[in-house]
């Protein structure tokens, strides 16, 4: 079965500090992995989009890193703000069909 | 959000009634999805139409029923079947056919079942 499994499950970082998200998977063969922003009651909104030949892409002070080979990406988030508060959720897209895994999700709360 | 909409933002029933929640996207897209967000777990597909009159069940079908009789609108029924049916439903829609492409969610509809 295909999984995406994320960690930590939630944490709370202080204003202007780093943070570091991370997402493990098991989808087979691999397509493409995303990275998107839920804020509290609202819908995802994709950040990043990794194809098998990319290691890293950044959208402003977020930046993913994929490692295919250990099938492991990673958010870091730089120099946090409030507005950065919400569930970012990893996605995997594969299995031959390319259906989207999605992982449950990671709870940031930034706190002044 | 995008150029799709959910309606309603909340919406309220009693148990055994069927509810329609309502997905329209303005973004010309071919692809539409209509997925469900538990506390706790990542998304479920629940049904998803790649082209007009014609629709797919997902992961989760049991109990929900769809219609794409126009390009622009995906609406989502909740039968009584559905044994727990409250959950935050999101929509989404993508330009192409397939699930490689981008897929772009509309705010959602939080549905809370007494």
């Known amino acids: 079965k295909n999984q995406v499994e994320q960690s930590p499950q939630s944490l709370i970082i202080l204003e202007g500090k780093n943070c570091t998200l991370q997402?493990?998977?098991?989808?087979?063969?691999?397509?493409?992995l995303r990275w998107y922003k839920q804020d509290t009651g609202r819908g995802p909104v994709s950040l990043t989009i990794?194809?098998?030949?990319?290691n890293t892409k950044s959208n402003g002070r977020y930046t993913a890193t994929l490692d295919a080979d250990t099938k492991q990406s990673s958010l870091h988030i730089t120099a946090s703000q409030l507005s950065d508060s919400a569930s970012y959720i990893c996605?995997?897209?594969?299995?031959?069909?390319?259906?989207?895994?999605f992982g449950a999700g990671t709870t940031v709360t930034v706190r002044a | 959000d995008g150029g799709i909409t959910q309606s309603p933002k909340y919406l309220f029933r009693k148990e055994g009634q069927n509810v329609t929640l309502s997905c329209e996207q303005n973004?010309?897209?071919?692809?539409m999805y209509w997925y469900r967000q538990d506390p706790g777990q990542g998304l479920r597909l629940i049904y998803y139409?790649?082209?007009?009159?014609?629709?797919q069940k997902g992961d989760i079908a049991e109990g929900y029923s769809v219609s794409r009789e126009k390009k622009e609108s995906f609406p989502l029924t909740v039968t009584s079947a559905q044994k727990n049916p409250t959950a935050f439903y999101l929509c989404?829609?993508?330009?192409?056919?397939?699930?490689?492409?981008?897929?772009?969610f509309g705010p959602g509809t939080r549905l809370t079942v007494t």
């Open positions: 989404a829609s993508s330009k192409g056919s397939s699930f490689g492409y981008e897929q772009y």
């Open positions: 997402c493990n998977y098991t989808v087979s063969p691999f397509s493409n």
């Open positions: 990794m194809t098998f030949s990319e």
């Open positions: 996605v995997v897209s594969g299995g031959g069909d390319y259906k989207l895994s």
């Open positions: 973004l010309n897209h071919d692809a």
């Open positions: 139409s790649q082209i007009v009159n014609d629709f």
